[in-house]
């Protein structure tokens, strides 16, 4: 049994899935997979069902029946996680954007360094990523930096999506009121860890851009992001 689950969500991941999973499994230090597919039409949870037989132990399914968001995935997938005995729940992209090799950073960092979160930062050592274009580069890092400027956080990396948060803090915060779906899901479970004291670091990573499957990336998140955190700082302001 492990003490760490990797959360993967995944939507049309057929290019990446197997070759995510098998990298996950080569890690010196033993980590268990959690995909949370919806319902993918492009079979994704087929090629996840078939290596369960050769990882059953280690790899398992969650179905949903549509695409209902990145957040709600996440959700589903804490929920599952705190049902078992893991005490280090990750996130991490299925398209290779987060390396897993760095796995084994953000996990040290929580079980041996007694963070409470670590974020997977592409911002804390200047801007390390690589294959975007200037124009998503000057979204991502401003919106990071607007984030800072609201919230008043200190994370460098609001919106990064690889992270490992140690098993109190998702029993810690309520997940059934977690609004947010896309970019302004990420900043939302920083900021109620942030608001409840935990403590936050960041590991440099370098990210790159997928290069198989096509990017979630939407106007609407983008949206999201942007007006969700006034409406967290907002709420928080007026919280018991």
């Known amino acids: 049994m492990s003490d760490a689950i990797v959360i993967i969500p995944t939507y049309n991941e057929i290019e990446n899935i197997e070759s995510i999973i098998r990298a996950v499994f080569a890690q010196e230090k033993c980590f268990h997979v959690l995909i949370v597919d919806d319902n993918s039409p492009d079979k994704t949870a087929e090629t996840v069902k ?55 950073k953000l996990y040290n960092a929580c079980a041996v360094n007694n963070a409470d979160v670590s974020v997977g930062s592409r911002y804390v050592k200047g801007i390390t990523v690589v294959n975007w274009p200037m124009s998503r580069i000057i979204l991502s890092y401003g919106a990071s930096r607007y984030v800072r400027l609201i919230t ?32 302004a899901f990420q900043i939302e479970m920083k900021f109620k860890a942030y608001k409840k004291d935990f403590k936050i670091v960041e590991i440099p990573v370098i990210f790159k851009d997928r290069t198989k499957g096509k990017s979630k990336m939407s106007g609407s998140i983008i949206s999201e992001a942007i007006f969700g955190v006034i409406s967290l700082k907002l709420k928080s302001l007026f919280a018991k």
């Open 50 to 104: 078939v290596l369960q037989q050769e990882f059953s132990d280690r790899l398992f399914l969650i179905e949903r029946e549509e695409k209902s968001g990145l957040g709600s995935a996440y959700i589903s997938g804490f929920k599952w996680s705190l049902e078992k005995a893991y005490q280090f729940i990750f996130e991490m992209d299925a398209d290779f954007s987060h390396n897993p090799d760095d796995l084994i």
């Open 152 to 183: 008043r956080m200190k994370v460098k990396d609001s919106t990064a999506g690889f992270i490992c948060y140690k098993r109190a803090v998702l029993e810690a915060i309520d997940l059934t009121k977690i609004e947010f779906v896309g970019y």
